[in-house]
């Protein structure tokens, strides 16, 4: 055995401690282990370390993790998430369709004097409200955060449906 | 001692993430929620190696999972589930250690030694620890790793992160890293002895 042999096994006994040599490079490791206390002693080390880093304590992620992820999500989501809209539409489409039906048929079920006054209802109905729950208020709300950032998305703007929608 | 590892890849067909994976392309958001949670854990403390800092590594951690999302539509699985998802891992740290801004571009070893104490002190209380000097010893050894680590270049450290802590095959390391199994061989070796030169007192 001679320190030459050493020299050019050392780089080979990492990937030998990790398992990564070939059968035929391993037995010739192994071969020149059995008579090198030194290199024996380097494998050891080597280990050593490896068990080291395997055993640095790992952190555990915060409770907040995945909901901070769907709020970036939410904030800007990819195109294929806004196909959720799609569906949404899908399913709340004839829903909205039904009942503008029926308000049509109880319209026109109406005297002429009673839609009159259901017209003025509405134009009242339209008229600027403070009070709360209004859209001004609600507005207001969601710039100061007073929104979950997930019901942003019930709201879309028109450049985040996708072009079958518009 | 040995760990054998040179064993054949999982297909991808054969990798239940992969199927999670094409569960999320064709529209299941439950098959992502449960990608992440399986492996949202794994790459925090990956981040957390390679960046050092718990705030960052989740934030890093976020940015990894916002790409996977938005990779779901035009996913093609051509590796194992882990393998890509490493590689975007990979990429997101390296884009920040390699951001002038990062502090471990700057600061000398003996303060991250100092920093890297401090945290192990902060984040890691041990109510169970035994006082005096192997607990003390113990958090010496952990801050001078998370510093020599943190120290090491780039590549190395990717590579031995991956490896040791993660468990990867080198053949693993190399797809995560896009390059050959003899590069890797050679960053594990050349990350190791350092290792080896800096924590010589604790061997």
Request: proline residues 8%; hydrophobic residues 40%.
């Amino acid at each position: 055995m001679t320190s030459k042999d050493c020299e050019t096994l050392a780089p080979e006994l990492v990937a030998y401690v990790d398992g990564e040599q070939p059968e035929t490079e391993r037995a010739r490791i192994e071969a020149h282990l059995d008579g090198c206390p030194a290199c024996r002693r380097e494998v050891e080390r080597i280990a050593e370390i490896g068990a080291m880093i395997t055993r640095l304590p790992r952190i555990e992620p915060s409770p907040e993790l995945e909901g901070a992820l769907w709020r970036r999500l939410e904030d800007d989501p990819p195109a294929h998430a806004r196909g959720r809209w799609r569906r949404a539409l899908l399913v709340g489409g004839p829903v909205l369709a039904t009942a503008a039906g029926l308000a049509l048929v109880w319209y026109s079920s109406l005297s002429p004097g009673a839609r009159t006054r259901a017209s003025a209802g509405r134009q009242v109905a339209a008229a600027p409200s403070p009070s709360p729950g209004s859209g001004a208020a609600v507005a207001d709300a969601g710039e100061k955060g007073g929104i979950e950032p997930g019901l942003r998305l019930a709201n879309p703007a028109p450049g985040d449906l996708p072009p079958e929608l518009l | 001692m040995l760990k054998p590892r040179n064993l054949p890849l999982a297909t991808p067909a054969s990798d239940p993430d992969v199927r999670l994976m094409l569960r999320f392309r064709a529209g299941d958001e439950e098959a992502f929620r449960e990608l992440f949670e399986k492996h949202s854990g794994a790459i925090v403390n990956f981040a957390y190696h390679f960046v050092g800092s718990r705030p960052r590594a989740e934030e890093l951690a976020q940015d990894v999972f916002l790409q996977v999302y938005r990779a779901g539509a035009r996913y093609e699985p051509q590796a194992k589930f882990t393998t890509w998802l490493y590689r975007i891992a990979t990429n997101a740290c390296l884009n920040e250690v390699r951001r002038p801004e990062h502090r471990f571009r700057t600061r000398p070893l003996e303060h991250q030694v100092e920093d890297s104490r401090e945290r192990a002190e902060i984040a890691f209380p041990d109510p169970h620890a035994v006082r005096g000097e192997s607990a003390l010893a113990g958090r010496e050894l952990e801050a001078r790793m998370r510093a020599v680590l943190g120290e090491l270049p780039e590549n190395q450290r990717a590579a031995l992160v991956l490896s040791r802590v993660e468990g990867m095959s080198y053949r693993e390391v190399a797809e995560a890293l896009a390059c050959s199994e003899s590069a890797v061989k050679s960053l594990v070796f050349r990350a190791t002895a350092t290792l080896r030169k800096h924590l010589a007192e604790f061997l």
